[in-house]
């Protein structure tokens, strides 16, 4: 079971929106404020003897704060969905999901990408993938850059080296096709965040696939120029 609270940041008090007898994994207000669109997954259980149990059967809600309803704005029942983001006229969102239009066998599924994809808020089954559909790595994190038609996104930059995965950040545009690598960091980069001056935040974890996570703030341009690391004050610990 899973619950939203609001809590305002004058008054220091805290209420809770709704709760839901799922796994609620992402939440975000849409542009004019007045709603929250959220992530659920309604089966939380291991696909495999081998693996850990895990939330899937992803769909798209939204919560309108006024009159306190729920509106269930699709029916994919996605084995993973992530990176919920709005687009800047609230009329689509954009998600990270599995790319399983042509999944015929369970066999087919152990060759899908995780690709970005834009569903319409009117018409959920006219979604359509807007990263790369010829791209063989897989996508994680992304944040859509303002115009909507360059995204930046984490990727594995060492697929077939057989070392440690190294994660980076790229931009690809849709309109041109083109890719770039942002970042070399050669480490875990994730969690890319456009800021309202345009420069890119982002973090990187220098412990990675180790026990304990060490991670710390990062900054660039939006052409991966001039790559800095921001200092947090008086934090003597990262995790």
């Known amino acids: ?6 809590h305002d940041l004058e008054t220091k008090e805290s209420k809770e929106l709704f709760s839901a007898p799922s796994a609620i994994t992402e ?3 849409s542009p004019k404020g007045d709603s929250l669109f959220y992530l659920q997954a309604d ?6 003897p ?4 895990r939330p899937h059967d992803f769909d798209v809600h939204e919560y ?5 309803e729920h509106i269930q704005h699709t029916d994919f029942k996605k084995y993973s969905m992530r990176s919920l983001t709005i687009a800047e006229d609230g009329q689509s969102v954009f ?14 599924s152990f060759d899908l990408n995780l690709r970005i994809f834009q569903i319409p808020l009117d018409q959920p089954s006219n979604l359509k993938v807007v990263s790369d559909p010829n791209r063989k790595v897989d996508i994680y994190d992304f ?18 080296s057989g070392d440690i995965f190294q994660y980076e950040l790229y931009k690809y545009n849709v309109e041109t096709n083109e890719e770039r690598q942002l970042t070399n960091l050669k ?8 800021s309202s001056d345009n420069k890119i935040y982002f973090m990187v974890d220098k412990r990675f696939g180790q026990r304990n996570a060490d991670y710390h703030l990062y900054q660039m341009n939006m052409d991966g120029t001039e790559v800095k690391e921001i200092v947090l004050p008086n934090i003597e610990n990262h995790q």
């Open 1 to 6: 079971e899973s619950a939203v609270h609001q």
């Open 27 to 29: 939440i975000e207000f």
């Open 43 to 48: 089966v939380f259980q291991n696909y495999s």
């Open 50 to 53: 081998i693996a850990s149990k």
């Open 64 to 68: 309108n704060i006024a009159e306190n």
């Open 95 to 108: 998600v990270q999901m599995p790319d399983d239009e042509e999944v015929e066998t369970a066999e087919d």
């Open 143 to 160: 944040a859509v850059v303002p115009n909507e038609t360059e995204f930046i996104f984490q990727s594995i930059s060492n697929q077939d």
């Open 187 to 194: 480490e875990y980069t994730v969690n890319p965040v456009i």
